[in-house]
């Protein structure tokens, strides 16, 4: 199952606005973890591969991506 465009470009919005208020944060090893999970996932949607899981290949979910637009796994493989 792929994502539209609008599902994407929802993501990439969310995922840029959190960065960019991350950055405004003091650095510390909990905010540059997620500024690197949000690269990640911007490579991902550059890739094509943003929405897949990173273990099995499978649809991450709409709900889960709209939730958690970093998200790396389902939620089978993210237990």
Known sequence: MGYG?????EARRA???RREALRA???SEA????????EEALL???GGTWGRCLQC???IGRDRLRAVP????C?????
Do not use: H
Request: aromatic letters at 2%.
């Open 70 to 73: 970093d998200a790396r796994f």
């Open 44 to 46: 991902r949607i550059d």
């Open 5 to 9: 465009g609008g599902m994407t470009g």
């Open 25 to 27: 944060q003091p650095p």
């Open 15 to 17: 995922l840029v606005a």
């Open 31 to 38: 905010v540059q973890v997620e500024l690197r999970d949000i």
């Open 75 to 79: 939620v089978a493989c993210g237990r």
């Open 57 to 59: 290949g499978g649809a």
